[in-house]
């Protein structure tokens, strides 16, 4: 563990643009990278972890940047046949990114935990960063609207998010405890920065995981976050609506107040700015910025202020 180190906690695509900031500045060995895998799924016999693979796919520089997951230049092939057998032809899944699913299957049949097997695939995709699963047990987000209960991928994608909901369930949280190293890596980080993610379903999934919000708070001066809504909604996803569901204030001061117990710094849009005072009533300083990461010039600004930021 070197002292310079850095601790990020990740979700998927908000988090990945950020993350692909961040390593054009940042030595990959540095990166600690905890990703929520509270939206694993298996489909087809595969183990998958969206968030994992996102993040995966950036750091190895194979995503595809347009879309923001699964590889660039995919082809669905596999998928066109596996529809005719299946009625879950919903979820995207790419011929190159099967194989991830189908290598991470087959080590978990040998026994190997989604740590292990993380380590593995990054190693073999020559990745130098340190990604971390945020706990080996299972975890499932269901989601409940009036078409019935669903897993959160169904929800996002087959659903859009378009649905009412009505409840937010979290599928083996309760036994979750983190991947060996993470509270270590919190306490003795240079900075452990929050990226802008879905706060309900990507981070806070990894903040219900035993004793990370706790090892958070206490190192709450280093903990830095970037607010992933902006002018009252979500840049993408369906994070504003399971914050209204969930009866919050849908703004970054909404976000503050689910963070305020460990959060030191708050990185929050330009067009929030009027917002900023509130944040900081609740002891939170409170940093306006361009936060809209549109191209790579823009997630190296955003990432450069982070790491400029004196704590
Ligand atoms: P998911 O698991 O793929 O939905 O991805 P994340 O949880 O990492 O990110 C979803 C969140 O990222 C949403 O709430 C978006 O509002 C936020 N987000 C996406 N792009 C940006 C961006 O460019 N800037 C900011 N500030 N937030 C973003």
Redesign the pocket.
Not at 10 to 18: I, L, S, T, Y
Not at 195 to 199: F, T
């Given at each position: 563990m070197n002292e310079n180190h850095y601790v990020v906690l990740?979700?998927?695509?908000?988090?990945?643009?950020?993350i692909r900031g961040l390593t054009q500045l940042v030595k990959p060995e540095l990166l600690n990278i905890i990703v929520?895998t509270g939206?694993d799924i298996e489909l087809f016999g595969l183990k998958i972890c969206?968030?994992l693979d996102?993040i995966t796919y950036t750091l190895a520089e194979l995503v595809d940047n347009e879309k923001?997951?699964g590889f660039k230049n995919e082809t669905f092939n596999c998928l066109h046949i596996l529809k005719k057998f299946y009625d879950i032809g919903w979820f995207n899944l790419g011929d190159k990114d099967l194989a991830t699913h189908i290598y991470r299957t087959d080590l978990f049949n040998r026994g190997f935990n989604k740590a292990e097997i993380t380590n593995l695939i990054c190693k073999d995709l020559r990745i130098k960063s340190h990604l971390m699963p945020m706990c080996n047990a299972s975890v499932e987000t269901f989601i409940t609207t009036p078409k019935g209960k669903m897993h959160f991928e169904e929800y996002?994608i087959k659903h859009q998010c378009k649905p009412e909901i009505l409840k937010i369930e979290f599928k083996g949280i309760e036994e979750a405890v983190p991947v060996e190293g993470i509270l270590e890596y919190i306490e003795k980080a240079k900075k452990i920065i929050i990226?802008?993610?879905?706060?309900i379903?990507?981070?806070g999934t990894i903040l219900q995981v035993k004793g990370i919000r706790n090892a958070l708070s206490l190192v709450k001066e280093k903990v830095i976050a970037?607010?992933?809504?902006?002018e009252g909604?979500?840049?993408?996803?369906?994070?504003?609506k399971m914050m209204r569901y969930l009866g919050l204030d849908v703004s970054c001061v909404g976000v503050a107040r689910l963070y305020h117990d460990f959060l030191g710094h708050f990185i929050i849009?330009d067009r929030d700015f009027d917002l900023k005072t509130k944040i900081e009533k609740l002891g939170i300083k409170t940093y306006p910025y361009d936060?809209?990461?549109?191209n790579l010039r823009?997630k190296i600004e955003?990432a450069q202020f982070v790491l400029n930021l004196e704590i």
């Open positions: 990740a979700g998927g695509v908000g988090a990945a643009k950020f929520n939206d969206p968030d996102i923001g997951w996002f990226c802008p993610s879905n706060p379903v990507s981070i970037i607010s992933p809504i902006i909604a979500s840049v993408k996803g369906p994070a504003d849009d936060t809209i990461m549109t823009k955003l």
